[in-house]
Every structure is written in structure tokens, then in C-alpha cells.
């Protein structure tokens, strides 16, 4: 899916389902169709699935933060 259906498809508040992908001190990036997003101050091994919630988008920087859901 592209950057651009996933905004169209989903909204701040909506809680989706991804896998973390990588995992930094800051936090955990989780991908979900296709999509990357990062979960500021989360802490899951790489491959775990995970449900997270959409706090922001950011359409001009093609990103959005997520956090547990």
C-alpha cells in the first residue's frame, strides 16, 4: 500500500496492527501495510506483532507516531 491509501484509509485515534521492524533507544518502528511508523519510548523485540495507535500524521514528512494500544 502506498503512503498515500494509508492516510486515505486510516486517521488519528485508529488502532492497526503492525510488526516492529527495528528498535531504538528512543523507541520502536513498526510497519503496517506497507507503512513505517514510530512508537516514541516503546520497547518490543524485532518481529514482535503488536497493536498500536495513531497519535499523529504527518503527510508532508510521509510519517506518523504511534504509541501502545
Known amino acids: 500500500m502506498s503512503w498515500q491509501e494509508f492516510i486515505a484509509r486510516h486517521q488519528v485515534g485508529d488502532v492497526i496492527e ?3 521492524t527495528e528498535q531504538m533507544p528512543f523507541g520502536a518502528f513498526v ?28 503527510p508532508e514528512k510521509q510519517r506518523f507516531s504511534l504509541d501502545a494500544a
Open 31 to 58: 510497519e503496517s501495510e506497507g507503512c513505517t511508523g514510530l512508537a516514541h519510548g516503546h520497547s518490543w523485540p524485532v518481529g514482535t506483532r503488536v497493536s498500536v495507535k495513531i497519535l499523529a500524521i504527518d
Open 18 to 20: 503492525g510488526v516492529v
